[in-house]
C-alpha cells in the first residue's frame, strides 16, 4: 500500500484520536502549569440593619464580589505556576522529609513501618499503593485462576463447555458498576452474605468499613472480573494446542503434573504474557468498585482520586496534576512492552 | 485406565466448576431476585428464597424516575458510536494490515498508549474545555468522544481481522484496475463482516459500559442509563431508593445477557484475536 492511500485511509481515525486524545493531553499538561481563580474585588456594601420597633441602622461593610464581564459572567484569572502543582499533588517535599526521618505513628518502630506510614498519609501516595497493590496482587491470582478453569473445561464433555463458558463470561462483560453494585449488594449491612455469616455464629462484620475487609473484598472482585478473561484467552491457547508433545509426555511417563509444567504451561507462556500486559493496564486504571464501596477512605485508586478531585472538589488543576502523575505512571508500566515491540521492529526491517 | 487418582481429580475438577460457576452466576441470580421484593424481604435479617414478588421496584424506575428517557439516551449514544467508530476503524484497520512502512507502527504504538490512558486523564481536560466551547450536555460531545476513546481498541482489532483476510484477494482487484478504495469497497467490504460484528460487540460493550465519561458529560436528562445508576449510589439512600437502584441495574444487565446468548462464539472470538495476534 502506497503511504498516500495509507494516509488518506487512516485519516479520519486518527483525526479523531488526535483532537479527543492527544490535543486533551496537551491541555491537561497546560491546566497543571496554571492556577485559575475567580477575579474579585473588594466592594462597599451598605444594608440597612433593624433595629428595635422598626427603627433601622445603617450599616457598611467592605466585602469581596467577584467580578462580572459583558455577559455576567465571571472573570477568571489564569496565572502561570510551573511545576507548584506538581509537586503539591506529589507531595514531593513531605516524601523526601519521610525519608530522611519517617515519623510514623504512635505504633511504628522500625524505619521501613514508619516510612509506608508516612508515604500513605500522603493522598496520592496512599491512592497510587493501594493501585499497585490491587495490580500485583490480581495479576498472578488471575493468571492461577483462568488456567485452572482453562483445563477444567478443556477436561470435561463438548455439551458443558458452552455452558461454562456463559456463566464465566458475565463477570467480565456486565457493566463495571452493576457488577460491583451487585457485589455491593451482597455485602452491605443486613445483605445475604453479611447475615448468612452472623447466622453461621461468626459474629457481624462490617465488611465496607474495614480497611482489610474492604481492601479484600475490592481485590477478590478484581480476580472474579478479570480471571475470565484470563481463561478465555488460555482456553483458546489449549484449543490450539498440537497433541503430539502431549502424547510424547505420556508415553514417557510423565504424570499430570509434569505435563501442565514442561509441556503446557511453555506452549501458553506468550499468551500469559500478553494477558499479564494487558491486565496491568486495566488494573491501574481500576475505578468502579472504589467508586461503588465508597471506599477511598481505605483503598484509593489513582483513577478514582483524580475523578474525586474533578467531580467533587471541582479543581481541575488539582486534577490535572494528578493526571500528569498518572500519565508518567502508565509510561513507566509501558516502558516493557514498547522496548518488546520495537525490538520486534528492528528485526523485521 | 481409570486409575483411582484419576477419579479423584475428576471429581475434583467438577467440584471447582461447579463452585466457579455458583461463584460467577450468584451475584447476579441475587440481585434478580431482590429487585422484585419490598426492602423488607430483600434485606431481611433471615436470606429466603421466597418471598412476594412484584414489578414495583421496576414500574417506579423506568416511570417515575425517568429511566426510559436514560434507556432512549443510551440507544443513540450506542448506536451512533458503533456505526462511527466501526467506520473510521475499518479503514484504518485496513490500511494498518496492508501498510508496510514505519508510519503504520508508531501509529500502532500510539495507539497502545493512548489504550492504557485512564479516561478520567482525557476528561480532566474536556471539562473545562467542552464547557468553555458550548458543547456541555449533548449527544453529539458523548458520541465523538466515546468514538474516540474506542478507537486505540478497535483499530488494533480490525487490523488483525484483516491480516487474515489473504493480501492476494484485493491485490488481485488492483492489478485488474482498481483504485485502493475501488478495491476495498469491491473485494473486501463484502468479506469482513465476521471480524466487523466482533468488534462492533466490543464497541458497543465500551460504549455502552461506560460510566465515568457520560456521568461527567452530561447532565440532568442527558445522562445515559449506566450513568444514571450514580443517583441510586451511596450509603444515606433511603431502602427504597435502594431497591429502585436495584431494579435499575437489572435493566441494565437484561440487554448484555442477550448478547451474551446471541453472540457467545463472537465474543470468544474477538477476545482472542486481539490477545494471540495483537
Redesign the interface.
Known amino acids: ?3 498516500r ?3 488518506a ?2 485519516a ?3 483525526a ?2 488526535l ?7 496537551v ?2 499538561a497546560y ?1 497543571s502549569l496554571h492556577q485559575s481563580r475567580v477575579k474579585t474585588e473588594l466592594v462597599e456594601l451598605t444594608t440597612e440593619i433593624p433595629l428595635v420597633g422598626g427603627l433601622t441602622r445603617k450599616q457598611t461593610r467592605v466585602v469581596p464580589q467577584s467580578v462580572l464581564d459583558e455577559d455576567g459572567m465571571p472573570i477568571q484569572i489564569w496565572e502561570y505556576v510551573g511545576g507548584r502543582n506538581l509537586a503539591k499533588a506529589g507531595e514531593f517535599k513531605g516524601i523526601a522529609k519521610a525519608i530522611g526521618n519517617p515519623r510514623g505513628g504512635s505504633e511504628e518502630k522500625g524505619y521501613l513501618s514508619r516510612l509506608y506510614r508516612d508515604i500513605t498519609n500522603f493522598e496520592f501516595w496512599a491512592a497510587l499503593e493501594f493501585t499497585l497493590l490491587y495490580t500485583f496482587l490480581t495479576t498472578p491470582a488471575i493468571l492461577i485462576v483462568g488456567l ?2 482453562a483445563l ?2 478443556n ?2 464433555s463438548k455439551r458443558l463447555r ?1 455452558t ?8 467480565m ?7 460491583s ?3 455491593y ?2 455485602f ?1 449491612d ?3 452474605i453479611t ?2 455469616i452472623e ?1 453461621l455464629g461468626f459474629g457481624k462484620f462490617y465488611f465496607l468499613a474495614d480497611k482489610i475487609t474492604i481492601r479484600t473484598l475490592i481485590i477478590l472482585y478484581g480476580v ?1 472480573f478479570a480471571a ?2 484470563a481463561f ?2 488460555l482456553y ?2 489449549l484449543q490450539t494446542m498440537p497433541r503430539d508433545p502431549l502424547e510424547s509426555a505420556m508415553i514417557d511417563g510423565a504424570n ?1 503434573w509434569q505435563r501442565l509444567r514442561y509441556v503446557i504451561i511453555p506452549h501458553l507462556g506468550p ?1 500469559l504474557t ?2 499479564t500486559l ?1 491486565h496491568v ?1 486495566d488494573a ?2 481500576v ?2 468498585p472504589i ?2 464501596f ?1 471506599a477511598d477512605v481505605f483503598a484509593n485508586s ?2 478514582y482520586l ?2 474525586f478531585a ?2 467533587f472538589q471541582d479543581n ?1 488543576h488539582k ?2 496534576a494528578y ?1 500528569i502523575l ?2 508518567v505512571g ?2 513507566i ?2 516502558i516493557p ?2 522496548r518488546k ?2 525490538r520486534e ?1 528492528r528485526i523485521k ?1 | 485406565m481409570k486409575t483411582r487418582s484419576s477419579l479423584l481429580f475428576q471429581s475434583l475438577t467438577g467440584t471447582g466448576l461447579t463452585a466457579w460457576v455458583v461463584i460467577a452466576v450468584f451475584p447476579f441470580f441475587w440481585m434478580f431476585l431482590i429487585s422484585f421484593r419490598a426492602p423488607v424481604d430483600a434485606f431481611s435479617s433471615t436470606p429466603t428464597f421466597f418471598a412476594p414478588m412484584s414489578l414495583e421496584n421496576f414500574r417506579h424506575i423506568w416511570i417515575e424516575d425517568g429511566f426510559w428517557r436514560f434507556a432512549i439516551n443510551t440507544t443513540i449514544v450506542t448506536v451512533a458510536t458503533i456505526a462511527i467508530s466501526l467506520t473510521i476503524g475499518c479503514l484504518a484497520g485496513y490500511a494498518l494490515a496492508r501498510y508496510r512502512g514505519s508510519l503504520g507502527f508508531w501509529l500502532l504504538v500510539a495507539a497502545l498508549v493512548f489504550r492504557a490512558l485512564p479516561h478520567v486523564v482525557l476528561l480532566t481536560a474536556y471539562k473545562p474545555a467542552f464547557y468553555e466551547l458550548g458543547i456541555w450536555s449533548r449527544y453529539e460531545t458523548l458520541i465523538v468522544v466515546l468514538v474516540a476513546i474506542n478507537q486505540p481498541f478497535t483499530i488494533w482489532m480490525l487490523r488483525a481481522f484483516f491480516i487474515s483476510i489473504p493480501r492476494e484477494l484485493d491485490e488481485a482487484a488492483l492489478i485488474d484496475g482498481c483504485s485502493r478504495w475501488k478495491a476495498f469497497r469491491l473485494v473486501i467490504v463484502p468479506v469482513m463482516w465476521p471480524g466487523v460484528i466482533t468488534a462492533g460487540l466490543f464497541s458497543f460493550l465500551l460504549a455502552y459500559n461506560d460510566f465515568l465519561i457520560a456521568s461527567q458529560l452530561m447532565n440532568g436528562e442527558m445522562t445515559t442509563m449506566t450513568a444514571s445508576l450514580g443517583n441510586y449510589m451511596g450509603q444515606n439512600k433511603s431502602m427504597e431508593r435502594l431497591m429502585h437502584g436495584i431494579a435499575g441495574a437489572v435493566s441494565v444487565t437484561i440487554p448484555i445477557i442477550l448478547l451474551i446468548f446471541i453472540f457467545q462464539r463472537q465474543i470468544v472470538a474477538g477476545m482472542t484475536a486481539g490477545a494471540v495476534k495483537g
Do not use: C, D, H
Open positions: 500500500m502506497k503511504t492511500s495509507f494516509l485511509f487512516v479520519p481515525s486518527v479523531s484520536m483532537i479527543l486524545i492527544a490535543l486533551p493531553l491541555g491537561v491546566l485452572a478453569l477444567a473445561v477436561s470435561v458452552g461454562l463458558v456463559f456463566a464465566t463470561l458475565l463477570p462483560i456486565v457493566t463495571p458498576v452493576v457488577s453494585l451487585a457485589i449488594w451482597l452491605m443486613n445483605a445475604i447475615n448468612f447466622y472474579w475470565p478473561f478465555i484467552i483458546a491457547g499430570k499468551l500478553v494477558i494487558i493496564m491501574y486504571r475505578f468502579e467508586l461503588v465508597n489513582v483513577q483524580t475523578y474533578l467531580a481541575i486534577a490535572a493526571s498518572t500519565i502508565v509510561i508500566l509501558l512492552v514498547l515491540s520495537f521492529y526491517t
